[in-house]
Structures are given as structure tokens and as C-alpha cells.
């Protein structure tokens, strides 16, 4: 996470095309034959950062309190993780509004940011097969691999990106009625009525 810690920083104070993997190195302390033995090149070093925040959102869906239903739980998740101050810092926010900015306009970036979000939305397809089957990992496995639960995923997973996406295109600060909170909130109104059951 250090080197990942690095590559933003000097993305987001130098830009992506003014920094090179060597930078990066020293930066996080260590040789450039380091650096490349973890990543191909310098945008995959931010892939943990992009990572963690979608692993931070689908876990607290994960840990959403049992009684709430799978759409309070997604959206009980986007309060706890995209409100700043909550889950991210307004500083770290807009670290975030960069690194996703610099992902737009970068091919090789963009594709780091999208295999991201494609892991991120299979991890949460699971979560939501076991709060489905709490406790039955047969069942629960039987419905990560259910068309409409994967659909019903990838539905809340591009409702949070959006949002994170909208929201980094413009100028807004991250608490603002505009924030990325507010925004994923809204996109994850689509599910409320979904039909959670019958998901096999």
C-alpha cells in the first residue's frame, strides 16, 4: 500500500504523465527492480488504492445490521463509506476526485479503474449470496453464481461508480448535496423494488 501510497501522491501533485515508475520507487523507499516486481507499470501501482475503497464499501455491506433488508444494507454501506468524515476523509476525497479524473483521461489508468470495479462487483455478488443465506455457504455459493443476483450487483456496484465518477467530474466539494454519498444514494433507488427472491 506504501508504493500505491507514493504512485497517487506524485500523480495527483505532478501529474501522470510527468511521473515515471522510478519516481515512484524512490518515493516509497525502495529500488525501481522492486517496484516491477509487483507492478507492470505505473498506473497498476494506484490499483490497491482504487481497491481498497471498493473493498471498504462492499464489507460494510457485508457488516450492514442483519435486520436491514439487502437495499437498506447497500445504502446503510454508502452512508458509512462515501459520507466524508465517515469512511474517507474530505482531504482523501479529493485525492479520490484526482486519481479518478486522471483514470478518464488515461487509457492504461482507466483500465486499472475498470478491473478494479469488475473484482470489486464479483466480491459483492458474494456478500449479498450470503446475507441471502445466512449461515448456508451450499446455498450461498449456489446463489453467487445466480444471473439476477450478479445483475442485481453489478446494478448497486455501477450505482456507487457513477456516482464517484459524477461527482469527480465536476467541482462540488464531498459533503454537498452533490457529494458522492448523495449521488450513489440516489442511483440505488433503481433496487429498492427489485424482487430479491427467487434468486436461483
Known amino acids: 500500500m506504501e508504493i500505491a501510497r507514493a504512485a497517487a501522491g506524485l500523480f495527483v501533485t505532478h501529474g501522470l504523465r510527468a511521473t515515471r515508475a522510478e519516481d515512484i520507487a524512490q518515493s516509497a523507499g525502495i529500488a525501481p527492480r522492486t517496484f516491477y516486481r509487483y507492478f507492470a507499470t505505473k498506473e497498476e501501482s494506484v490499483a490497491p488504492l482504487y481497491a481498497a475503497g471498493a473493498q471498504r464499501w462492499a464489507e460494510a455491506v457485508r457488516d450492514a445490521p442483519a435486520e436491514l433488508s439487502l437495499p437498506q444494507a447497500l445504502e446503510h454501506a454508502v452512508r458509512d463509506t462515501?459520507?466524508?468524515?465517515?469512511?474517507?476523509?474530505?482531504?482523501?476525497?479529493?485525492?479520490?476526485?484526482?486519481?479518478?479524473?486522471?483514470?478518464?483521461?488515461s487509457p492504461a489508468l482507466r483500465k486499472v479503474w475498470a478491473e478494479v470495479c469488475h473484482d470489486a462487483e464479483g466480491s459483492l455478488t458474494e456478500i449479498l449470496a450470503r446475507r441471502l443465506a445466512p449461515g448456508d455457504d451450499i446455498v450461498a455459493a449456489r446463489l453467487t453464481a445466480s444471473p439476477r443476483l450478479r445483475f442485481a450487483a453489478a446494478t448497486a456496484s455501477a450505482a456507487v461508480r457513477v456516482a464517484v465518477e459524477v461527482w469527480a467530474a465536476g467541482d462540488t466539494a464531498p459533503t454537498s448535496g452533490e457529494g458522492p454519498a448523495a449521488l450513489a444514494l440516489g442511483n440505488l433507488t433503481v433496487l429498492r423494488g427489485f424482487s430479491w427472491e427467487d434468486m436461483e
Open 82 to 105: 462515501l459520507t466524508p468524515g465517515v469512511g474517507v476523509s474530505a482531504v482523501a476525497w479529493e485525492w479520490v476526485r484526482t486519481l479518478i479524473r486522471l483514470a478518464e483521461a
